[in-house]
């Protein structure tokens, strides 16, 4: 019927109306130029976040070195500034997120249960805090408790299925996970460059890390790996972050 169809000049309208938003649109979508980038993250504000996010790191790191039977071997660091992606930012709320991520590495001789129990009694972190609670399970995952059940209990679950294999998760603002050489698995994987989504990363790079792990792995007989991606959820995406739309307001 006439009633039901749209007009030209309702289609007009309507085509014209929508024209600002899809500029807008697009223009925060497109990634932003390099020295915006660089203005951005050397602003103050930025650069306490980061030295606050490095602080974190690090106290996480010389923790866990100082546990006795752990010995420090190599870290390195990635300072990652990229556009936010869906993934990151579903809502697209931001145009920049800072996240530092990092991995470090070190090597003992202790055997699984009494590693787990000197970095537990050390304090090193609150293992576990947010894990997913396992029904079949007693402990939480990501806490010492479940990586010494696994251990007790011959890696399996009471009706005989076996379990995930151990590893130690700590909870945001750290968001690291630690694991470990295992009988049965393969090794902790060694330092490598590595590439992410994003073209103003500063990669901390050291050519002889995947060197020094092999080398304490040789003498300690068993490498730890400390990693955390820098990336939180939708909540803290990364340590600092710029809303969309400041560069449409001239900053």
């Not at 939708?234 to 449409?248: K, L, N």
């Amino acid at each position: 019927m006439a009633g039901d169809r749209t007009t030209t000049a309702e289609f007009l309208l309507g085509t014209l109306l929508s024209v600002p938003g899809r500029v807008a649109d697009a223009t925060v979508r497109r990634p932003p130029p390099y020295r915006w980038v660089l203005a951005r993250t050397r602003t103050p504000g930025a650069e306490a976040a980061r030295a606050a996010e490095r602080a974190l790191v690090e106290g996480l790191v010389e923790r866990l070195g100082a546990v006795d039977g752990i010995t420090f071997v190599v870290s390195q660091v990635d300072d990652r500034r990229t556009a936010p992606g869906l993934g990151l930012d579903p809502g697209r709320r931001l145009e920049l997120v800072c996240q530092l991520a990092a991995t470090a590495y070190f090597a003992t001789a202790l055997e699984p249960p009494e590693l787990l129990r000197r970095i537990d009694a050390a304090g090193v972190a609150d293992w576990g805090a947010d894990g997913y609670a396992d029904p079949r399970l007693p402990h939480r995952r990501g806490s010492v408790a479940a990586a010494l059940a696994y251990y007790r209990d011959g890696g399996r679950h009471p009706d005989g299925s076996p379990r995930d294999l151990p590893a130690l998760f700590a909870p945001e603002p750290l968001d690291a996970r630690l694991s470990w050489d295992e009988p049965g698995r393969t090794p902790v994987a060694e330092p490598t460059p590595t590439m992410f989504n994003s073209s103003f990363a500063q990669y901390a790079d050291d050519p002889a890390a995947a060197e020094a792990v092999r080398a304490a792995r040789a003498e300690h007989g068993r490498i730890l790996r400390l990693g955390r991606s820098g990336a939180g959820g939708p909540q803290r995406p990364g340590y600092f972050t710029v809303p969309r739309g400041w560069r449409r307001r001239g900053h």
